[in-house]
């Protein structure tokens, strides 16, 4: 129940395209979902996050979709640049601030 | 400091012996997580820390991990007889109260030789 699964492992996009990584929770407990964005050798780094009180939300290139009855929510990132080419983790927390992460989707970006 | 930072960086030590992971978080940031990160398990919690104490320890994985937090700032990771599966990525993140969100540091690569 507090596993978060994420899809899919790995992702090839090229540039100017969509990139759309999806994750699934199990525990309704969760009301904190955020998205980390993670290049070699780094920490994670926020991207973007969402409470399902919202269905998206939007920052830049970057939006969350959230779909709480289905307990889905994904990752869009519009205009794919190689930049962005690093690993993306969903992640979700309840009252305790505790992440649950999933296991994470490798995004190449071909120029 | 800007944002949250560990030390060392990288840490290469012998089976059997202790290591000590250091965290300093970002300043004014009472919550404070260890998280470890390896190939085969992905991102796992530790432990949390609100202030100096620690209300969830239910991610260390036997009684050789252990961990402290001083003064509401610096924590200390302990990894007594270290064995091979201790091999990993150790992040620590801090956020504001307890709050999101949840910022990283760079992590200390611990490698068991």
């Known amino acids: 129940q507090q596993q978060v699964k994420q899809s899919p492992q790995s992702l090839i996009v090229q540039k100017g395209g969509i990139s759309i990584i999806n994750c699934a929770y199990e525990?309704?407990?969760?009301?904190?979902f955020p998205w980390y964005q993670q290049f070699p050798g780094k920490g994670p780094a926020l991207l973007i996050a969402?409470?399902?009180?919202?269905s998206e939300k939007k920052e830049g290139r970057f939006t969350i979709s959230f779909n709480k009855s289905a307990k889905q929510f994904s990752l869009h990132i519009m205009d794919s640049q190689p930049g962005d080419s690093a690993t993306y983790f969903c992640?979700?927390?309840?009252?305790?601030?505790?992440?649950?992460f999933g296991q994470g989707t490798t995004l190449q970006v071909k120029p | 400091g800007a944002g949250v930072s560990q030390s060392p960086s990288n840490k290469v030590t012998e089976k059997g012996k202790d290591v000590e992971l250091r965290c300093d978080p970002i300043?004014?940031?009472?919550?404070l997580y260890w998280y470890r990160q390896s190939l085969g398990q992905g991102l796992e919690f530790l432990i949390y820390?609100?202030?100096?104490?620690?209300?969830?320890k239910s991610g260390l994985p036997s009684d050789r991990f252990s961990a402290e937090r001083t003064g509401g700032s610096v924590s200390t990771l302990t990894i007594q007889r270290t064995q091979q599966e201790d091999s990993a990525v150790y992040l620590c993140?801090?956020?504001?109260?307890?709050?999101?969100?949840?910022?990283f540091g760079d992590g200390t690569r611990l490698s068991i030789l």
């Open positions: 993140a801090s956020s504001f109260s307890g709050v999101q969100p949840q910022h």
């Open positions: 525990n309704t407990a969760f009301d904190y």
């Open positions: 969402i409470r399902p009180d919202v």
């Open positions: 992640a979700a927390a309840g009252n305790t601030g505790k992440l649950i």
């Open positions: 300043s004014g940031h009472t919550a």
């Open positions: 820390f609100q202030g100096n104490s620690a209300p969830d």
